[in-house]
């Protein structure tokens, strides 16, 4: 059974930094893009970061230059390194193995003052 584990959220103000990570239990980890979605109050959930086995990674417009994501396989783990914070990053962060289309169970990000 596929397990997506995501950990880091909480409370940071505007200009902080927050790394959130993401596990990966019961499938090949190597082997899978993974992507890094995020959904704000009252918005739709959006796509923020991608990176494939062959580390080629893409970010959406709004967190370019801001945000950064990497893996590391042997932990079976991605990650999103989130810097610059500003308060229309705030919302759930989820990551998503999407060939499987499986979620995690999201993680509350906050940047307010």
């Known amino acids: 059974q596929v397990q997506l584990v995501e950990s880091g959220g909480g409370l940071v103000q505007p200009g902080g930094s927050l790394t959130l990570s993401c596990v990966v239990y019961?499938?090949?980890?190597?082997?899978?893009?993974m992507n890094w979605w995020r959904q704000a109050p009252g918005k739709q959930r959006e796509l923020v970061a991608s990176?494939?086995?062959?580390?080629?990674?893409e970010y959406a417009d709004s967190v370019k230059g801001r945000f950064g994501i990497s893996r590391d396989n042997a932990k079976s783990t991605v990650f999103l390194h989130m810097s610059s914070l500003l308060p229309e990053d705030t919302g759930v962060y989820y990551c998503?193995?999407?060939?499987?289309?499986?979620w995690g169970q999201g993680t509350q990000v906050t940047v307010s003052s």
């Open positions: 998503k193995l999407p060939i499987l289309n499986a």
């Open positions: 019961g499938t090949s980890f190597t082997a899978s893009t």
């Open positions: 990176i494939t086995p062959e580390f080629r990674i």
